[in-house]
């Protein structure tokens, strides 16, 4: 996926995480608490460690439309 698709889709997801990729290419998550990963896959692991029902939210939106 397309990382500018991702940023968008994430933010649209999980509006309570502030979501970015630094210049290093390092992805980052600041929400109850910092995350950090050296790529996207890391970082959705992470999130839903952190975050299970923002998570399980976002997953529901995906697949139920809403």
């Known amino acids: 996926m397309n990382e500018a698709v991702a940023l968008l ?3 649209h997801l999980l509006p309570e995480w502030a979501i970015m990729r630094d ?3 390092v ?3 600041i929400g109850r608490i910092p995350i950090s ?3 996207l896959d890391g970082l959705l692991e992470s999130l839903a460690v952190a975050d ?3 998570t399980r939210r976002a997953v529901s939106l995906l697949t139920e439309g809403g």
Do not use: M, T
Request: hydrophobic share 45%; charged share 25%; no cysteine.
């Open 9 to 11: 889709l994430l933010h």
């Open 52 to 54: 299970p029902d923002a």
């Open 37 to 39: 990963a050296s790529d």
């Open 23 to 25: 210049d290093a290419g």
């Open 27 to 29: 992805w980052r998550a």
